[in-house]
T-cell receptor
């Protein structure tokens, strides 16, 4: 079964450094998402992306965050200057379309980001 | 206001028994979808089951069933014949017609005992 792939599985960085989290969505999917889960807390929406532009973003997704689809397969999340509170599990997800409330999101295994 | 509420932070269940995970939701949108995801210790989010607000029957997928009570705004997940591999965190999530992002509850940790 096709799956969403995320790399790396773990990333450790120093505060203030830039990090790029990478995702390869399912090949025929058109909608892409980033979510994050701070340890012990709920999964939070960050951003959705369609047709090479952001379709929706949360208040968490400030100017320090950016997303990009640099080629036909990768979908990246960049954090320009990491803060301690950015430490979390980051999930990439994709969906085939946006046909309604029942459109299923397929999630990757996540990247655990630790900011020291 | 919380859109999805899961009041059980953790539950224990004996192998082969059934367990019910509670989920209540809050929306004024008549069209919405409710999802359950499983997150094992390895971290990935696995889709389990979906219920649409206009679906007349409760959703079922193998050992998973959804007890959908629309008037009470609840969408409880029932796992029948629990297996050791069911030990995981379970998240209830909702998508509304006017807000396409998926909103998650805080999750319930299920531990299946042999």
């Amino acid at each position: 079964e096709p799956e969403v792939t995320q790399t790396p599985s773990h990333q450790v960085t120093q505060m203030g450094q830039e990090v790029i989290l990478r995702c390869v969505p399912i090949s025929n999917h058109l909608y892409f998402y980033w979510y994050r889960q701070i340890l012990g807390q709920k999964v939070e929406f960050l951003v959705s992306f369609y047709n090479n532009e952001i379709s929706e973003k949360s208040e968490i997704f400030d100017d320090q965050f950016s997303v990009e689809r640099p080629d036909g397969s990768n979908f990246t999340l960049k954090i320009r200057s990491t803060k301690l509170e950015d430490s979390a599990m980051y999930f990439c997800a994709s969906s085939e379309a946006n046909r309604g409330v029942g459109e299923k999101l397929f999630f990757g295994s996540g990247t655990q980001l630790s900011v020291l | 206001a919380q859109k999805i509420t899961q009041t059980q932070p953790g539950m224990f269940v004996q192998e082969k028994e059934a367990v019910t995970l509670d989920c209540t939701y809050d929306t004024s949108d008549p069209s919405y979808g409710l999802f359950w995801y499983k997150q094992p210790s390895s971290g990935e989010m696995i889709f389990l089951i979906y219920q649409g607000s206009y679906d007349q029957q409760n959703a079922t997928e193998g050992r998973y069933s959804l007890n959908f009570q629309k008037a009470r705004k609840s969408a409880n997940l029932v796992i029948s014949a629990s297996q050791l591999g069911d030990s995981a965190m379970y998240f209830c999530a909702m998508r509304e017609f006017n807000d396409y992002k998926l909103s998650f509850g805080a999750g319930t940790t299920v531990t299946v005992r042999a």
